[in-house]
């Protein structure tokens, strides 16, 4: 019975490109497998005691909207996933985005994500959401997103914030700052990876769930943490590789991109479309870092131009507008792209491709940015008395950036990222509130 994935695992059309929606069997197996069942004593995957709520305190698929359900998934993960296909952890994160925060919940989100605490006003357990690099508008996005899923439990009391400039010693300062607090939960993504071990180990030894969403960790690790939600990297180069290589054209290279250097994103992702594409005859002409930030990847898209180096694809784990119109900018057809994190902003640079006769053949992947509430929702399940798989991956289907159309929302915020489950008006506060 497969309740894990063992993977390392943190935009397409020439005319008209068949969706492709690819799941990983492993990922889709979770759902089925996974034992998610109260048991008779109230203790988590950790061995701490539940401290707050009980099963039946969790919000589940079965006492939510249906229809509200299916549309979370889809906006989620860019594809219509039946709920019983999603592990526990996934289904119960998807219900409770489900339901819409009241005014009086959006206040307290307007609140708290301007304030590193803020207070609910009932409950008992507090949650530490960390911030690796908050720098930037996924961040942005990413904060408000766990923030909402945190309010969403009555059982929260309290949520602490922090943050910082992508530097690992703030981010080891950070924890152990938040350890220091006594906070119940600790929701981080890893992206300094196994550097933050150490860290880990204290959080477990003070009685703290640990919970990681988006980036991996070491596959030996998971007994170090509460819960691992990785982003399943691996499938997805392997998956990208594997369509942009279907795209018709002679020049059989390609350029790989990530942000910051030694990240254990590109650790993960990187390695595997590289052997996907050499082994589909394709070679690497060169690799970048963006920084993450618009001007980073204005800066490598110049100077992939600039190089004369001709590819026929690029991969970043980053969203491809600056690429794109640099492109645009030179009057050239772009090659085919492949990122995972598209923003609102994207819908408009397609457009502005296809005006000029440049037509994109664009692949993506869901932005990620609501991987912090599935982290959420593990450590309520958890403290609910509810087991949970030391390793949830959920899947990571990969499509043409032509067939997510429908998430294009009137008046989103440009910076924003598809696939977010914020509201319209939530988005434009969480960016507004900065970092």
């Known amino acids: 019975m497969i309740t894990t994935s063992s993977r390392k695992s943190p935009g397409y059309r020439p005319g008209r490109v068949a969706s492709v929606v690819a799941l990983g069997s492993a990922a889709v197996l979770l759902a089925a497998c996974s034992n998610t069942t109260a048991g008779s004593s109230k203790t988590g995957a950790t061995g701490t005691n539940a401290s707050s709520g009980t099963s039946d305190t969790v919000i589940t698929p079965d006492k939510v909207d249906q229809k509200a359900l299916a549309d979370t998934i889809h906006r989620a993960l860019f594809a219509n996933v039946p709920v019983s296909q999603l592990d526990p952890v996934m289904a119960n994160t998807m219900a409770a985005a489900s339901v819409p925060l009241t005014p009086e919940q959006n206040a307290l989100l307007q609140k708290c994500i301007k304030q590193a605490s803020c207070d609910t006003g009932h409950g008992t357990l507090t949650i530490g959401i960390n911030a690796t690099d908050a720098n930037n508008p996924w961040w942005n996005i990413r904060r408000a997103e766990a923030t909402a899923q945190a309010l969403a439990y009555p059982q929260v009391k309290k949520i602490i914030y922090t943050s910082s400039s992508g530097n690992i010693a703030e981010v080891l300062a950070n924890l152990r700052s938040l350890i220091a607090q006594r906070v119940d939960i600790i929701v981080d993504n890893p992206d300094f990876g196994a550097a933050i071990l150490p ?237």
């Open 199 to 435: 860290v880990v180990r204290q959080a477990k030894s003070a009685g703290i769930l640990f919970i990681t969403a988006n980036a991996p960790l070491p596959d030996n690790s998971t007994n170090d943490t509460a819960v691992q939600i990785p982003f399943d990297l691996c499938q997805m180069g392997k998956t990208a590789a594997e369509e942009l290589a279907k795209v018709p054209g002679k020049v059989k290279s390609y350029a790989l991109y990530t942000g910051i250097p030694g990240n254990s994103v590109a650790a993960a992702w990187h390695p595997c479309a590289q052997k996907a594409l050499n082994g589909l005859g394709w070679t690497q002409a060169t690799q970048g870092f963006t920084q993450w930030t618009p001007q980073g990847s204005s800066q490598a898209a110049n100077a992939l131009l600039a190089s004369g180096k001709k590819v026929g694809a690029i991969l970043n784990d980053d969203y491809m507008d600056e690429f794109l119109k640099a492109y645009l900018a030179s009057k050239t057809t772009p090659p085919a792209t492949f990122n995972d994190a598209p923003r609102f902003s994207s819908f408009q640079v397609e457009k502005q491709l296809k005006t000029a006769n440049l037509n994109p053949v664009d692949m993506v992947a869901n932005g990620h940015v609501w991987y912090g509430r599935a982290a959420v929702t593990a450590g309520i399940m958890l403290k609910a008395g509810i087991k949970v798989a030391p390793k949830v991956v959920p899947p990571v289907p990969v499509v043409p950036m032509s067939s997510i159309e429908d998430l294009d929302i009137p008046g989103a915020p440009a910076t924003s990222v598809i696939g977010t489950l914020l509201t319209l008006d939530q988005m434009k506060m969480a960016l507004a509130s900065g970092s």
